[in-house]
C-alpha cells in the first residue's frame, strides 16, 4: 500500500514562503514521478510542478507558467520525500496542495496520469 503524506502548508503573507513536503512510503521508488497539484475553492485540481530522476544526479523538472520562477521541486530519494519551495507567494496561490506519485515514471502534467494521492495540505496567502 502507498500513503503520501505532506506537510508545511499554513497560513502566510504575499511575497512569503512556504515549504511543502511530501513523505512517501510503501512501493514508492525512485524512479516513480512526483507531483504538487493545488486545488483552489470551485476550481478544478491543476498541475503546479512534477520531478523525474533520471539517474545519478540528473532530474528533470516541470513547472505550470503560474509557479514557475517561484516554485522549486526537489526530492530527496534516499528518505522518500518531495519538496516544494514557494517563494513570492501570491493570494491566487491560495489552495490546497497534494502531492501524487505516477508508477510509470511518465513526466506528465495530468491528474488522471498520477496513481497515488495525499490527502492535502491548506496553503493559504493573506494580501
Known amino acids: 500500500q502507498v500513503q503520501l503524506v505532506e506537510s508545511g502548508g499554513g497560513l502566510v503573507q504575499a511575497g512569503g514562503s512556504l515549504r511543502l513536503s511530501c513523505a512517501g512510503s510503501?512501493?514508492?521508488?525512485?524512479?516513480?514521478?512526483m507531483g504538487w497539484f493545488r486545488q483552489a475553492p470551485g476550481k478544478e485540481r491543476e498541475f503546479a510542478a512534477a520531478?523525474?530522476?533520471?539517474?545519478?544526479?540528473?532530474?528533470?523538472?516541470d513547472y505550470a507558467d503560474s509557479v514557475k520562477g517561484r516554485f522549486t521541486i526537489s526530492r530527496d530519494n534516499a528518505k522518500n520525500t518531495v519538496y516544494l519551495q514557494m517563494n513570492s507567494l501570491k493570494p491566487e496561490d491560495t489552495a490546497v496542495y497534494y502531492c501524487?506519485?505516477?508508477?510509470?515514471?511518465?513526466?506528465?502534467?495530468?491528474?488522471?496520469?498520477?496513481?497515488?494521492w495525499g490527502q492535502g495540505t491548506q496553503v493559504t496567502v493573506s494580501s
Open positions: 510503501g512501493r514508492i521508488v525512485s524512479r516513480d514521478v
Open positions: 501524487a506519485a505516477e508508477a510509470g515514471g511518465i513526466l506528465s502534467r495530468a491528474p488522471g496520469s498520477f496513481d497515488y
Open positions: 520531478i523525474k530522476w533520471a539517474g545519478g544526479s540528473v532530474y528533470y523538472a
